[in-house]
Structures are given as structure tokens and as C-alpha cells.
């Protein structure tokens, strides 16, 4: 569902309550837009850490290693391709084979074999969700996980989103995994949606030297140079050092991007039982002449009577539309270790994060098919975070009953001051544009969108209880948020207080087979207020899921699989939808319910051969509200099916020891743009589609040549529409080629 705002907008001495959109550009609410089409005066456009052991800290990070053997046979080692463990969904270490709920781990190795550049391509060969729904976008990853949008984790904690940002963009190169736990997640990090959330655990030091140089040269003039070293700097303090340039034009005409990012790290141990490991980032973005889409249906979701729309077309101002972007985070996690039953673990994070941008967008298709009226739309949205999660892991026993107790307290304080101004611009020609050449004058700023503080805290506990094979976790979580909006003053303060609980069961077989059987409930803080003036209530959800994992422990030690199969049923209350009787206004009447299967498995044999193989059937939607149209709608951008399957093969032995290569296939069925909406319009749909994606290898040791597609057929397709001009052409033919210097 999309998050939903509210905001005054004045123009003149009109005073015209509307809903706003995000300030993502893309997410553009179709009753606005329609409202827009209808000659309207005022509208804008609209975690899971990797499981670590001390061993692992003696690692370099889970990257691809190339050995020569005395016989001359090449062994690519990817110790890391097959996940066994992710923090995320118990935050203990237990294995992923004991937890009674689906996660998903895009590991390192993974990411560098198919050259994922970002989160929203990791994501293709997993089940259950779906990314790249807004096309090649240069800035965020927009993902959906069983119908939701997911919360984003950084090393633990939540990152500085909100109402206004579903996610901070940083660079995937940054990070050893990505860790996707599906299903109700608020027993253990509070409010989240539904469907689940995703961390991205950064790149940490180690005792050992080692690290890689690497450069990238692709399609589109992408130019990405990027290394990473680490090291012992002295007895008991290890360091490391990520950093990336990315220099790359789009497949939108006139559209560059540029980005700088850079991520130390240092573990102190502090005697034998504490450690200290101070984490940091700081990422800049620019990209100049970026609109990325707002298309006409007509021309890229089916036929124009004029002509085809080309891809590449820009219908914003290649000189005037800039996206600027700055943030950084400064933290730690602590960990001691009291005794061999009693760790403690800290992690702790500042955050600043603000954005800028300013963009001219397609606002209406013309009665002649190729004029296209513009609007003009500049904001800016500026974060601080300070988030901090204790906990206590205990290990005991009560007879024959093993004990994982974990006990937390987790505090997060969130300030974010939002704004926009609106404005209109010039037609232009949808078949041949033709840009201003005088200079363009930037809308004033109206009132903050958003001026919010919120704080939130968290108390949770869990007991992971195992006798022989069978494990029952039980685990609960009191939050208390309060939320302040000072547009409105003391009338705009709120709080929203919910108890959480989850309830899972799994059996572990002795040849690595684990059924399992979970319940839980979830809760959403929702910030705003119905036309009557109501304060929402958080939106309430409930899962079952049934399912059963593998990991293949009872086979030789060169094969590593782990497969995943659940079935699923999500059920959220109070959701913010349409108010039929004021359209700008959402209210709290409906439901929303998700259920499907997901099949997952990912695997490699004898250091030579790797699989990824996922299918998901997801049918998401809204089952009550007071709007009937609503009634019985998908949610957006989720397809129903998606399947996918990538396989590699590298030679080890004769005179192609070292090259490999590999293919894969990706199946997404068509997928709404967007629900019904009260001021109506024309409901618009993604086609189904089926992309192939290819890649070629050589591998020394020390280097790694590769050469990776995507969409290798150059299947040209709108990745999303949700509205009249609010198309999205998908992610055209990529291939990059890439060069790896390890160390």
C-alpha cells in the first residue's frame, strides 16, 4: 500500500486540502493525478544481519577467493553463496534451518557473480519480491515484499525513513549481504509492515589483509571504479576501508548520474571478551536532467495512434531537472561477552540524511496524442536519526529443555522537516521535444509538508526452547511511540502504543529436513489524521505461515544447498485508504490480506556449479473498505507469479581451467499500477514478461575478468504505470564488463 500524508496547500487566496504524495518523485497518487488531468490549479507529482562468528571475522568478507591447485586445476571458492545463518529473524545467532519464518540472504558471493548494482536488482531471483517496479531508477530501491512496502535495516537498526522516504539509497557495494526477513517482523524491531523488512550488513574489518581494486565499464557509459582493503593496524585493532565512484549516463536521454561513497570501519577488542566496531558511510549523489519516466500510457502501455514513444525520451528539462542527495551515519556495535551463556550487544547509530531536487514532469497527454502539458515540482526533505538496540543473549538449561533467552530495549528519535513548491511549465512535443533555452524560474516553497519528531521505544523478549529436534520459539514486544507534528502544535502530538507477539514451532530431522509452523502479529505507526480530524490508529496485522526447510547437512561436504517452501496468510487491519467522501483524506474501515506460496533454493556443488531457483504466487488485496471499487483490488506493482532460475558452471581443469559462465530466465505475470480511486480513470497494468540474463567469466588467482546482461533480448516494457501519464519504461539491455584486482 502506499503511505499515505496529508498537507495544506494555499495558492492565492484558495485554501485547498489535498493529500500529498512522498517525496519520491515517482509515487504519484492516482486521484491526484486525475485531479491534476481535470485542470486543478494546485497539485504536486507525486533487516537481517548476516550471521557472524568470531571465525568469520578472520575472513575477507565473503568474496569470491581463486586458487591453483598443484595439478593446475582453478577452484573458485564461494564459501558465503549458500547462506546458513541470518541474525535478522530471532537476532541471536541461530541457524536459518531453525527459525519459523522465511528470510532470505543475497549474500556477497551472490552479488558479485550476477554484478548486482543495486538492492532492487539483488532481488530477481528471490521469491517473493519484487523490485525495478519504477524502471532503472538512479536514486532508490523500490521494493515490495508480499505486497508491502518493507522497512529498511542498516546493520540492525532502522534507517532514517519515514512517511516521505521508503529508503536511503546507499550503494550495494558497500555491504556483505542482503537479508530479506518476510512476514510480520514487529516482535523484535516494532513498527514494521506485514510483509516484512530488509538489512543490509556492512562490510567489516578483519585481522587478515586482504581486499580488491575493481572497475566497471557498460552500457550507458557506466564508469564505476570501486576497492575495499582491510587489515591488523596494530595487536587487538583491525581496520577497513570501502570506498566507490560511479559516473554513468541512463536510458533516459540527457540523464547522468554521479556518485561518491565511502565507508570506514575499526574493531577494537578491548580484552578478550569485549569488542568494540565503529561503523561509518558518507554517500553523494547527483543526477542532472532526471525525470526517468512519467510517460503517457498511450505510446508505452499500448498503442498510439501518432507513433511509438521512444525509450529514451526526456520529457522534463535537461538543464533545470537535478537531483541532489548527502548523508552519512556514525555508529558502533559492542558486544561482551559475560560468560559462555551470557553476551551482551549493543548497536548504536546517528544519522543526518537530506535530499534536493527540483524536476519538470509530464503532467497530460494532449486530444492530438503528442502534446504533453508539464507541471513544475521542487522539494527537499532533511532527516537526523538517532537509533540504539541492548539486548541481552542468554543460553541455559531446565532439564532436558535447552534455553536461548534474548532480552532487549531499543530506542529510536526521528526528526524530519519536509517541503515543496508547484508550479506549471510548458507543452511539449511527445515525438520530438524541444527544451527551453531561456532560464526557468523555480516555484516558491510553500509550508512544511512534514515537520515531525518521532520516538519510539521498544521493550522485547524471546525464548528459543529446543528439546532434541524440536524447537518453539515464543517472543513478544511493548512498544511506546510518540509523535509530535509541530505544524499544528500541541493538537499535533500522538501516541500510539502496541504489544506484539509471535508464536513458531520447528522440528529439525537429522538429515537437515525442518517443518515449521509460526503466528504472529505486526502493528504500523501511522502519522495524520482522517477529515474529521481523528488521529489514525496504527494499522494491526496477523500472519500464519507453514512451511518447510532444507539444508542438505546429510550430503557430502561439496555440496551446499539450502531450499525454502512456505505458505503464507497476511491479514492487516486499519490500513489507510481512500475516504470515498473526501478523496485527499484516507480513513481506517478497511483490510487488506495477502496470501501465496514461495519456493526458494539456492545452491552450489563441488566449488564448480551454482543454482538460484525461486517462484512465488502472491495475491495481494484490499478485501474490505468503505470505497467499493476497492473491494477485491491487487495491491500495486506485486505480480501474482514470478519465477526465476540462474545457473553457472566454472572450469576447473584443462585448457578452459578458470572460465565459466552462466544463464538465467526470469518470469514476472502482469501487475497493477495502482488501485481505484474515487476520482477515477482508467486502471493501468504491467504486462507479463519474461527476461533472459546472461553472464562470462574468467578467474585467476588474484583476478576476476567478467562480462554480465541483463534483459539480453532487450524486451522493451512499461515496469509500471499508475496513471494517464505516469509510465515507467523496465530496465533496457545492460551489459557491463568488470575487472577485479584481489589482494
Known amino acids: 500500500m502506499t503511505r499515505a500524508a496529508k498537507n495544506r496547500l494555499r495558492k492565492g487566496a484558495a485554501d485547498l486540502v489535498i493529500r500529498v504524495p512522498a517525496m519520491?518523485?515517482?509515487?504519484?497518487?492516482?486521484?491526484?493525478?486525475?485531479?491534476?488531468?481535470?485542470?486543478?490549479?494546485?497539485?504536486?507529482?507525486?533487516?537481517?544481519?548476516?550471521?557472524?562468528?568470531?571465525?568469520?571475522?578472520?575472513?575477507?568478507?565473503g568474496v569470491l577467493q581463486t586458487t591453483r591447485t598443484?595439478?593446475?586445476?582453478?577452484?573458485?571458492?564461494?564459501?558465503?553463496?549458500?547462506?546458513?545463518?541470518?541474525?535478522?529473524?530471532?537476532?541471536?545467532?541461530?541457524?536459518?534451518?531453525?527459525?519459523?519464518?522465511?528470510?532470505?540472504?543475497?549474500?556477497?558471493?551472490?552479488i558479485d557473480l550476477l554484478n548486482f548494482i543495486d538492492v532492487q536488482q539483488a532481488v530477481r531471483y528471490t521469491a517473493g519480491v519484487a523490485g525495478e517496479n519504477y524502471g532503472p531508477d538512479l536514486r532508490f530501491d523500490f521494493l515490495r515484499v508480499r505486497g508491502f512496502i518493507p522497512v529498511q535495516y542498516i546493520d540492525g537498526v532502522?534507517?532514517?525513513?519515514?512517511?516521505?522516504?521508503?529508503?536511503?539509497?546507499?550503494?550495494?557495494?558497500?555491504?556483505?549481504?542482503?537479508?530479506?526477513?518476510?512476514?510480520?517482523?514487529?516482535?523484535?524491531?516494532?513498527?514494521?509492515?506485514?510483509?516484512?523488512?530488509?538489512?543490509?550488513?556492512?562490510?567489516?574489518?578483519?585481522?587478515?589483509?586482504?581486499?580488491?581494486?575493481?572497475?566497471?565499464?557498460?552500457?550507458?557509459?557506466?564508469?564505476?571504479?570501486?576497492?575495499?582493503?582491510?587489515?591488523?593496524?596494530?595487536?587487538?585493532?583491525?581496520?577497513?576501508?570501502?570506498?566507490?565512484?560511479?559516473?554513468?549516463?541512463?536510458?533516459?536521454?540527457?540523464?547522468?548520474?554521479?556518485?561518491?561513497?565511502?565507508?570506514?570501519?575499526?574493531?577494537?577488542?578491548i580484552g578478550p571478551d569485549t569488542k568494540v566496531t565503529a561503523l561509518g558511510y558518507y554517500q553523494w549523489d547527483r543526477v542532472e536532467g532526471d525525470t526517468n519516466g512519467f510517460l503517457p500510457a498511450a505510446g508505452v502501455l499500448f498503442d498510439n495512434p501518432v507513433g511509438r514513444v521512444r525509450r529514451s525520451v526526456n520529457l522534463g528539462e535537461p538543464d533545470y531537472n537535478f537531483y541532489r542527495r548527502e548523508q552519512w551515519g556514525a555508529g558502533y556495535e559492542l558486544t561482551h561477552q559475560f560468560s559462555s551463556a551470557l553476551r551482551f550487544t549493543q548497536n548504536l547509530r546517528w544519522t543526518d540524511y537530506s535530499e534536493y531536487q527540483q524536476v519538470i514532469y509530464a503532467g497530460s497527454l494532449g486530444a492530438d496524442n503528442r502534446t504533453v502539458s508539464r507541471f513544475n515540482f521542487p522539494s527537499r526533505d532533511d532527516t537526523q536519526q538517532f537509533t540504539v538496540d541492548n539486548r541481552l543473549d542468554a543460553s541455559f538449561a531446565t532439564g532436558d529443555i535447552e534455553h536461548r533467552v534474548?532480552?532487549?530495549?531499543?530506542?529510536?528519535?526521528?526528526?524530519?522537516?519536509?517541503?515543496?513548491?508547484?508550479?506549471?511549465?510548458?507543452?511539449?512535443?511527445?515525438?520530438?521535444?524541444?527544451?527551453?533555452?531561456?532560464?526557468?524560474?523555480?516555484?516558491?516553497?510553500?509550508?512544511?509538508?512534514?515537520?515531525?519528531?518521532?520516538?519510539?521505544?521498544?521493550?522485547?523478549?524471546?525464548?528459543?526452547?529446543?528439546?532434541?529436534?524440536?524447537?518453539?520459539?515464543?517472543?513478544?514486544?511493548?512498544?511506546?511511540?510518540?509523535?509530535?507534528?509541530?505544524?499544528?502544535?500541541?493538537?499535533?502530538?500522538?501516541?500510539?502504543?502496541?504489544?506484539?507477539?509471535?508464536?513458531?514451532?520447528?522440528?529439525?530431522?537429522?538429515?537437515?529436513?525442518?517443518?515449521?509452523?509460526?503466528?504472529?502479529?505486526?502493528?504500523?505507526?501511522?502519522?495524520?489524521?482522517?477529515?474529521?480530524?481523528?488521529?489514525?490508529?496504527?494499522?494491526?496485522?496477523?500472519?500464519?505461515?507453514v512451511g518447510i526447510k532444507y539444508d542438505a547437512r546429510g550430503l557430502s561436504d561439496d555440496v551446499k544447498l539450502f531450499a525454502t517452501a512456505a505458505v503464507f496468510h497476511i491479514k492487516q487491519d486499519n490500513p489507510l485508504l481512500t475516504d470515498p467522501n473526501n478523496v485527499f483524506f484516507d480513513i481506517q474501515t478497511g483490510r487488506v490480506v495477502s496470501k501465496g506460496i514461495e519456493l526458494e533454493a539456492v545452491a552450489r556443488f563441488y566449488q564448480k556449479l551454482s543454482v538460484n531457483a525461486s517462484y512465488s504466487y502472491t495475491d495481494a488485496k484490499i478485501t474490505r473498505s468503505d470505497f467499493a471499487p476497492e473491494?477485491?483490488?491487487?495491491?500495486?506493482?506485486?505480480?501474482?507469479?514470478?519465477?526465476?532460475l540462474f545457473v553457472d558452471y566454472t572450469q576447473d581443469l584443462g585448457a578452459l581451467a578458470g572460465f565459466g559462465g552462466g544463464a538465467g530466465v526470469r518470469h514476472l505475470s502482469s501487475s497493477p499500477g495502482v488501485i481505484p480511486s474515487t476520482i477515477g480513470g482508467e486502471l493501468y497494468s504491467s504486462p507479463a514478461v519474461t527476461l533472459f540474463d546472461a553472464t562470462l567469466h574468467y578467474d585467476l588467482p588474484g583476478w576476476r575478468f567478467a562480462i554480465n546482461g541483463s534483459n539480453m533480448f532487450d524486451k522493451r516494457y512499461a515496469g509500471r504505470c499508475n496513471g494517464p501519464t505516469g509510465?515507467?519504461?523496465?530496465?533496457?539491455?545492460?551489459?557491463?564488463?568488470?575487472?577485479?584486482?584481489?589482494?
Open 24 to 61: 519520491l518523485v515517482r509515487r504519484v497518487p492516482l486521484r491526484l493525478s486525475a485531479m491534476l488531468l481535470a485542470g486543478s490549479a494546485l497539485a504536486p507529482p507525486a533487516a537481517a544481519q548476516a550471521q557472524h562468528t568470531a571465525d568469520d571475522t578472520d575472513k575477507t568478507s
Open 631 to 644: 473491494v477485491g483490488a491487487r495491491l500495486e506493482a506485486t505480480p501474482r507469479h514470478k519465477a526465476s
Open 406 to 545: 534474548l532480552v532487549g530495549l531499543d530506542f529510536r528519535n526521528y526528526r524530519e522537516q519536509s517541503a515543496f513548491g508547484f508550479g506549471f511549465a510548458s507543452d511539449i512535443d511527445l515525438f520530438d521535444p524541444v527544451y527551453s533555452t531561456a532560464p526557468i524560474a523555480v516555484p516558491a516553497f510553500g509550508d512544511n509538508f512534514t515537520d515531525i519528531r518521532l520516538k519510539q521505544y521498544g521493550l522485547y523478549a524471546q525464548d528459543q526452547m529446543k528439546l532434541g529436534g524440536f524447537i518453539l520459539t515464543l517472543s513478544g514486544r511493548q512498544d511506546w511511540t510518540r509523535i509530535t507534528d509541530y505544524r499544528i502544535g500541541f493538537e499535533g502530538r500522538d501516541k500510539q502504543d502496541k504489544f506484539t507477539w509471535r508464536a513458531g514451532a520447528t522440528y529439525v530431522t537429522e538429515a537437515g529436513v525442518a517443518p515449521y509452523l509460526s503466528y504472529s502479529t505486526s502493528f504500523l505507526t501511522n502519522v495524520g489524521s482522517t477529515f474529521a480530524g481523528e488521529r489514525f490508529a496504527p494499522s494491526e496485522g496477523k500472519q500464519w505461515e
Open 70 to 110: 598443484d595439478k593446475g586445476a582453478i577452484i573458485v571458492t564461494a564459501d558465503r553463496f549458500v547462506p546458513d545463518g541470518a541474525i535478522t529473524a530471532s537476532k541471536t545467532t541461530a541457524p536459518l534451518i531453525e527459525t519459523p519464518q522465511s528470510v532470505s540472504v543475497i549474500s556477497r558471493d551472490q
Open 727 to 743: 509510465c515507467f519504461f523496465a530496465q533496457a539491455r545492460q551489459v557491463i564488463g568488470t575487472v577485479t584486482k584481489q589482494f
Open 158 to 269: 532502522q534507517a532514517p525513513v519515514s512517511d516521505t522516504i521508503d529508503n536511503v539509497g546507499l550503494d550495494l557495494y558497500g555491504f556483505e549481504a542482503v537479508d530479506i526477513l518476510k512476514g510480520s517482523a514487529s516482535t523484535l524491531y516494532g513498527s514494521t509492515p506485514p510483509g516484512g523488512i530488509y538489512n543490509l550488513t556492512s562490510r567489516r574489518p578483519s585481522s587478515q589483509l586482504g581486499g580488491e581494486i575493481q572497475v566497471k565499464y557498460g552500457t550507458d557509459d557506466f564508469k564505476q571504479a570501486a576497492g575495499t582493503i582491510t587489515g591488523e593496524l596494530t595487536p587487538g585493532i583491525s581496520a577497513r576501508l570501502t570506498g566507490l565512484y560511479r559516473d554513468r549516463d541512463s536510458q533516459t536521454d540527457f540523464v547522468t548520474a554521479r556518485r561518491a561513497y565511502v565507508a570506514p570501519a575499526v574493531s577494537f577488542e
